[in-house]
C-alpha cells in the first residue's frame, strides 16, 4: 500500500520561503510531484520530477522560485518555495504515478496522492 503524506505548509509574507516535504510509504517509481488548490480554482500541477533521471518540469508561474527534488535514502519529496507570492496561497499536494511523461500539467491526476498541506502567503 502506498501512502504520501505531506508537511510544511504553513503562513508566510509575500517574498517568503517555505519548504514542502512529502514521506512516500511505499516508494512510487516513475512520476513525483506538487499540484495545488485554491478555493474556487482548478487543480494546478506546479512541479514533476522523473525518478529514472531525476529531469524536473515546472509549470511557467513558479519557474526560477520552486525547486522540486528527493532524497531517495529517506523517501521523501520536496518543493522548495522561494519568492512566495499571495497567489501562491492555496492547498498543496504530492504526487505519484508509476507512468513517465505528460509535464506537470498531469500531476493532479496521478494515482497515488495526499492529503495536502496549506500554504497562505500574505501581501
Known amino acids: 500500500e502506498v501512502r504520501l503524506v505531506e508537511s510544511g505548509g504553513g503562513s508566510v509574507q509575500a517574498g517568503g520561503s517555505l519548504r514542502l516535504s512529502c514521506k512516500f510509504h511505499g516508494y512510487v517509481y516513475g512520476s513525483q510531484g506538487w499540484y495545488r488548490q485554491a478555493p474556487g480554482k482548478e487543480r494546478e500541477g506546479v512541479a514533476v520530477?522523473?525518478?529514472?533521471?531525476?529531469?524536473?518540469e515546472y509549470t511557467e508561474s513558479v519557474k526560477g522560485r520552486f525547486i522540486i527534488s528527493q532524497d531517495t535514502g529517506a523517501n521523501t519529496l520536496y518543493l522548495q518555495m522561494d519568492g512566495l507570492r499571495p497567489e501562491d496561497s492555496a492547498m498543496y499536494y504530492c504526487?505519484?504515478?508509476?507512468?513517465?511523461?505528460?509535464?506537470?500539467?498531469?500531476?493532479?491526476?496521478?494515482?497515488?496522492y495526499g492529503q495536502g498541506t496549506q500554504v497562505t502567503v500574505s501581501s
Open positions: 520530477l522523473y525518478t529514472r533521471d531525476q529531469t524536473t
Open positions: 504526487a505519484a504515478d508509476p507512468r513517465r511523461g505528460g509535464g506537470p500539467s498531469r500531476v493532479p491526476a496521478f494515482e497515488y
